[in-house]
């Protein structure tokens, strides 16, 4: 499925968040932002926007690793890298989050964006970005949720589970019902407290939550203790 979308996946995130998701990644890379020369690992990359993010942020001599399981979205990714010199020290990997790669206790920071949700195993996830993160290091989830308050709770209900779908069927034209999975992947995931308490039960300490424009987005924050 998110092979199919790949062509179209950057254009019509900025579409239908109404461009909105830029400012989800600015945000995320300043409320958790690099504090020294480690490595940086950004899981379920997709085409590499928070991974660049993070790149810009943290300056030269980073390296910001984006792992995907979706070779079509890290070609992607790829292509964009070369278009800007600034990315040089961005590097993408084709990997399943819930099977990294990577030695224990070798990033400062370990992000994922919409893509927590996407994991078959959500603990197994949790657990191997607890893993590869560094004693003292933080994990940033940035994530879909619900709003609570009326009337945008309806309003946003509305507009995800009818409206989205078919803008998104009519530009991507995939085969899978990939727009149709998103509202109802969003729907049965935990957000607020109940994600900040799973992160908990699989090693980390000290999660907080902040909710972005009305409770559509939310960033998740924990430490692997120290």
């Known amino acids: 499925m998110f092979g199919q979308i790949a062509s179209n996946y950057d254009r019509m995130n900025h ?24 490595p940086i690992l950004d899981i379920c990359s997709g085409t590499g926007d928070l991974a660049f993010a993070y790149c810009r ?20 990714g790829e292509q964009k890298k070369q278009r800007k010199p600034l990315y040089k020290n961005v590097r993408f990997v084709e990997a399943d989050a819930q099977y990294l790669p990577f030695e224990d206790n070798t990033f400062q920071i370990v992000s994922v964006a919409f893509g927590l949700r996407n994991i078959a195993d959500t603990d197994r996830g949790l657990q191997e970005m607890t893993r590869v993160c560094k004693p003292g290091g933080r994990i940033a989830v940035l994530e879909f949720s619900k709003p609570g308050w009326q009337p945008f709770k309806a309003f946003y209900g509305f507009y995800m589970n009818r409206i989205l779908p078919r803008i998104g069927q009519f530009f991507a034209r995939n085969e899978e019902d990939a727009y149709t999975y998103l509202p109802e992947s969003v729907s049965e995931f935990p957000d607020g407290q109940q994600l900040v308490d799973r992160m908990h039960a699989n090693g980390l300490v000290n999660g907080k939550y902040y909710s972005l424009t009305g409770g559509i987005a939310t960033l998740y924050v924990a430490e692997k203790q120290a």
């Open 57 to 76: 942020k943290a300056g030269d001599g980073v390296q910001v690793v984006g792992a995907d399981f979706t070779r079509e979205m890290l070609q992607i």
């Open 15 to 38: 579409l239908l968040s109404m461009n909105v998701d830029r400012y989800w990644r600015w945000r995320t890379v300043r409320k958790v932002a690099p504090q020294n020369d480690s």
